[in-house]
């Protein structure tokens, strides 16, 4: 075996990948992981979505604004007085890319302490389980007896509404404004879109999330929903079911939003609009045309239940397969494939991957619910 040679690599460090390649090295492998990440500093971070632009800014700002909706709405009844509160967004964020800078390089340390090796780049299989890497400082290639895809997820953009990366923005974008939109639509009322319109909501913005489904929360248990939508509602979250997007302008310094409800045409007029409909599989360039990996029709590449791809030993966990895109869904995958990579007995149990919207009140179910069981 050559120097470049290792027992797994892992093309993708976000938290299905990082933790596979961990886990590996910590049962005597020797382990790769390839992250490409780029922040708008052009730092090279490993974490992928979840530590730079998903769970963790996203609670960073949640914790933030409702401490200063509390204050606001909440401490004088408590006879706590304070006064001339104020808001300084800038210093938010500051404090939300600290938390992130910090868990991001706590990665390298992990993988330090592991003896995982950390390659900052591109990786693309090639057949023979031959992996082509691109660095900022070259392209070289290395071998391994298992490659795990890790390539994660992108957010969806609808065609009607492009992102413009100004005022119509996706998660990303949402999480990085510098300011409090005065009036800020969401298109989707899902996990991420209830997040960021609670975020900005308690901040000032005046809310209307569109949600073209008449069914609030479909996938969690009705009774909860219902008491959540009660909740969020009182919150002043402008929330409007089986509201569907057909278009999405900017005119000036507005966005034009136009729905159909209720079989009428209807519009919206907000100063940003944040596209939460969801994400998707990201594969690009993640395999060369000659590695047989098979994608389904969403384009997740296909697995069995041990996270196996039509390919031998060629894996793939988190978000670019089927199932939740959450990050301990990738995580506990990642650590079953080393596992079984290592020869242990590892298994997955899909039906208790537990799920939290952190509104508030917080929102949180595990396993099926009553409609699923009936
Ligand atoms: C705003 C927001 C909030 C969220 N909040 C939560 C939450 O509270 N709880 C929760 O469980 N989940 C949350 N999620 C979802 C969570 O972020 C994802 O489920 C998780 O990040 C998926 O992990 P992953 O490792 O599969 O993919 P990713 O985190 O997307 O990581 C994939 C990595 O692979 C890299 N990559 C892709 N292609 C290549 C290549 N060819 N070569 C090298 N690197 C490559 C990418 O750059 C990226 O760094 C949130 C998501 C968003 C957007």
């Known amino acids: 075996m050559n120097d470049n040679h290792y027992d797994v690599a892992v093309i993708g460090g976000g938290p299905a990948g990082y933790p596979a390649a961990i886990r590996a090295a910590q049962l005597g492998l020797s382990a790769v992981c390839i992250d490409d990440w780029k922040n708008e500093k052009g730092e090279r971070l490993f974490g992928g979505t979840c530590l730079n632009v998903g769970c963790i800014p996203s609670k ?41 800078q910090q868990l991001t390089t706590g990665i390298e340390a992990l993988f330090k302490a592991a003896g995982v090796v950390g390659i900052k780049g591109r990786g693309k299989l090639l057949a023979g389980n031959r992996v082509e890497v691109k660095t900022d400082t070259g392209v070289e290639t290395l071998s391994a007896t298992h490659v795990v895809l890790a390539t994660g997820s992108v957010p969806v953009e609808l065609p009607m509404a492009k992102f413009d990366g100004k005022r119509i923005v996706d998660s990303t974008g949402a999480l990085a404004f510098t300011s409090v939109p005065k009036r800020l639509g969401v298109i989707g009322a899902g996990v991420i879109g209830l997040e960021l319109g609670s975020v900005w909501g308690r901040l000032g913005s005046e809310v209307v999330i569109l949600e073209a489904l008449d ?35 900017v005119q000036g310094d507005v966005v034009k ?29 993640a395999f060369a045309q000659d590695v047989p990996v098979q994608l389904d029709k969403r384009g997740f590449v296909e697995v069995d239940a041990h996270c196996r791809t039509s390919v031998p030993k060629v894996w793939a966990v988190g978000d670019v397969v089927r199932g939740p895109m959450l990050a301990h869904k990738g995580t506990e995958e990642g650590v079953m494939v080393a596992e079984l990579i290592a020869g242990h007995v590892a298994e997955m149990n899909y039906k208790t991957i537990p799920s939290v919207i952190y509104t508030a009140p917080e929102i949180a179910w595990v396993g099926q619910t009553e409609a699923e069981v009936q």
């Not at 609030?216 to 997007?245: C, S």
């Open 215 to 249: 069914t609030f929360l479909y996938m969690a248990d009705q009774q909860i929903a219902k008491e959540a939508l009660r909740h969020l509602k009182k919150q002043g979250l402008d929330i409007r079911l089986g509201a569907k997007v057909t278009s999405a302008t």
């Open 60 to 100: 960073a700002l949640l914790e933030s604004s409702e401490l200063f909706h509390r204050a606001e709405t909440e401490f004088s009844v408590h006879g706590i007085k304070v006064g001339g509160l104020g808001l300084d967004v800038a210093a938010m964020q500051t404090r939300k890319a600290g938390i992130v």
């Open 257 to 285: 939003v136009g729905y159909e409800s209720g079989g009428a045409a209807q519009t919206l007029e907000c100063d940003a609009l944040v596209v939460a409909v969801g994400r998707r599989p990201y594969t690009t360039g």
